[in-house]
């Protein structure tokens, strides 16, 4: 809490608030032009979910072409082709970029009670070079057919195909220094624009989250920039680096993008997992049980993740002793999120629970994610993992941690925050039952995939036997559901945002510094600057119970 006065519960649009056009530029080119890290969040959040959309456009069509087995939809090619672009534009234009630059972008100076983040122009460069990268990406679908290597990119094939991976890989390098130059943003606000009193443990954990998230932004990025860039090398000039017929080394672009791509992972849900904390702090009205805890995990999660990336690994030949760390490595990266998962629920024991949907979303998080967590142990033991890699059991784990996990959260928070962003309230009601409709729906897709893989059915075929048919009809229907829920939630949230009543600043009884200025926010964030004397979740009414 901090040592301010409330503002007055006026429910009108805040003048002077970024939803207003301040300065020079007018219409469009005050939104493409701007500084401000509120008009640059929504921007990206705008992009994003573009791409989302596409993306959850291809994964139906990739389901539909299991209605039988056989592949009468799509011929083997195009379904590659299909299923490279729904993993390329989800992985690297949605979920890796995804909660930091939306939400962390609107959120982090106002938790922090700073007034925009250290570098704002380099800010809106940043996010043009999202958009760079992204128009190159896309690009490639008209420079020789599409790319149809799969989001990895593996080697040989990556250096023979005749499609357009070069220009696609180049796309992602682009990006990757979107990401990067985000990274090195957030660091430098959190170090020098902190509020007074703000000490490092009275930040919020979602601040902690998005910490932790810069540094592997900054350190494990570069690698994979590297790494597709030789990719680009050796197409162009013929150089060998992975190429075994001319003395290079397959199983060494393995190690480079798995160095970058594991803890990817965590760039997509350490946020996420920030997010938990607010909301469920704010829902039961408790302070944070463990809170040096749950921050100190986030950066041994960031760590520890730097060192995993053999699990990818296990069957590409590496020797058993390797193998053998890494699976020990694997299962000790578990601990900090266990940390985490105790103590979001040790918080809301004798908490009094308000069960709106951002809380919901918390509940079919906790599920979902600790499902995945639990699967990737499977994967991570030596000799589970021999029987179930390159199965559709990895795919059920992947989408159970990013997308049950991680995605699930960033729609919470669009429920959590969109009051403060807009000064508007979408519909509780149909969003509770909505967020029934897509737990269903996402399990029925996923969970059917646990146990085909288990039975051997292998990822990224585009056809099947005759045995998996009943699964892979239950999968479909499941999509079918998921995609009706998500429909509903972005009517909802949109019509919200656009049409919905107005609400005051602090709408849910947050403690945190976002919530003690207007909803939506002024153009500085603050009519005065903060100073804050409590703890970030400190609820007084929790004490004198």
Known sequence: MADIALPPQDISVVEGSYLENIGKHKGLAAWLLSTDHKRIGIMYTVMLFSFFSVGVVLGILLRLEMISPGGKLFPPEVYNALFTLHGVIMIFLFVIPGIPVTLGNFFLPLQIGAKDVAFPRLNLFSFYLYVIGSAVILTALFVNGLPDTGWTFYVPYSLRTTTGVTVAVFGVFIVGFSSILTGINFLTTI????APGMTWFKMPLFVWALYATSWVQIIATPVLAITLLLIVISRIFGIGIFSAAAGGDPVLYQHLFWIYSHPAVYIMIL?????VSEIIAT????TIFGYKAIAMSSLAI???GYLVWGHHMFVAGMSQQADMIFSFLTFIVAIPSGIKVFNWVASMYKGSIDPQPPFLFVMAFMVLFSIGGLSGLVLGSLATDVHLTATYFVVAHFH???FGGGVFIFFGALHYWLPKMFGRMYNKKIASWDILVMFIGFNLLYFPMFIMGYEGMPRRY??????????QHISIVGSWILVAGLIVMFVNLIHGAIKGPRVGPNP????????KTSSPPTHENFEEEPVVIHEPYYHEEALTR
């Open 302 to 304: 960031a760590f520890i």
């Open 508 to 515: 849910w009884g947050g403690t945190t510094l976002e919530w």
């Open 191 to 194: 170090h020098r624009l902190r």
């Open 271 to 275: 946020p996420p997992m920030g997010i």
């Open 462 to 471: 585009f056809t099947y036997l005759p045995q998996f048919e009943t699964l």
């Open 283 to 286: 829902f039961t009205r408790r």
């Open 400 to 402: 159970y941690i990013i």
